[in-house]
Antibody
Framework: EVQLVESGGGLVTPGGSLRLSCAAS????????LNWVRQGPGKGLEWVSS????????YYADSVKGRFTISRDNAKNSLYLQMSSLRAEDTAVYYC???????????WGQGTPVTVSS | DIQMTQSPSTLSASVGDRVTITCRAS??????LAWYQQKPGKAPKLLIY???SLESGVPSRFSGSGSGTEFTLTISSLQPDDFATYYC????????FGGGTKVEIK
């Protein structure tokens, strides 16, 4: 069974930093592109970032480019999102999501909440 | 960037109703479209991919159609478990979601 378990969310002040982690199991981790997708309170879904299996290709939404860094450790079956210069508008539940064939999302974690507030 | 517009934003329906949700893309995305269902406090769940392919384990009352810029998700006979919010997603160029359609009890 595919499992994606996020951690690292919490309350942070504007301008601060936070590192999210996602522990994966139940599939060949290095064989899949992984993503972070977020959902603001009462809002829709927003793709944040993607990283291919071998970390060859990395992509970011314009809203986070230059502030967020996605990475993965295939030896540890783990995905990360380093977030810096956080803004109030980054407040959201952040989901770790597996990508099927570099396209749609077939497995989602339960999400970790991030609140940016003073 | 490709924009995705869903309609309606809210839909009131009864158990047994046939429900149709529309998703329009700002430019052609061929059939690179997926549909998800999300219930409160839960992660989204994949229903349909490549516009009309049903994900394994998803009830056959769900179906998708369309190509180019206009797509529909149809629930043939609404069940109590189907009251939720539905999102479309294009994956022709990066990834963009529609704003969502909440299906509520009439």
């Amino acid at each position: 069974e595919v499992q994606l378990v996020e951690s690292g969310g919490g309350l942070v002040t504007p301008g601060g930093s936070l590192r999210l982690s996602c522990a994966a199991s139940g599939f060949t981790f290095s064989g899949y592109t992984l993503n972070w997708v977020r959902q603001g309170p009462g809002k829709g879904l927003e793709w944040v970032s993607s990283i291919t299996g071998g970390s060859d290709y990395i992509y970011y939404a314009d809203s986070v480019k230059g502030r967020f860094t996605i990475s993965r450790d295939n030896a540890k079956n783990s995905l990360y999102l380093q977030m810096s210069s956080l803004r109030a508008e980054d407040t959201a539940v952040y989901y770790c999501v597996r990508d099927r064939s570099g396209s749609y999302y077939d497995n989602w974690g339960q999400g970790t909440p991030v609140t940016v507030s003073s | 960037d490709i924009q995705m517009t869903q309609s309606p934003s809210t839909l009131s329906a009864s158990v047994g109703d046939r429900v149709t949700i529309t998703c329009r893309a700002s430019q052609s995305i061929s059939t690179w479209l997926a549909w998800y269902q999300q219930k409160p406090g839960k992660a989204p769940k994949l229903l349909i991919y490549k516009a009309s392919s049903l994900e394994s384990g998803v009830p056959s009352r769900f179906s998708g159609s369309g190509s180019g810029t206009e797509f529909t998700l149809t629930i043939s006979s609404l069940q109590p478990d189907d009251f939720a919010t539905y999102y479309c997603q294009q994956y022709n160029s990066y990834s963009t979601f529609g704003g969502g359609t909440k299906v509520e009890i009439k």
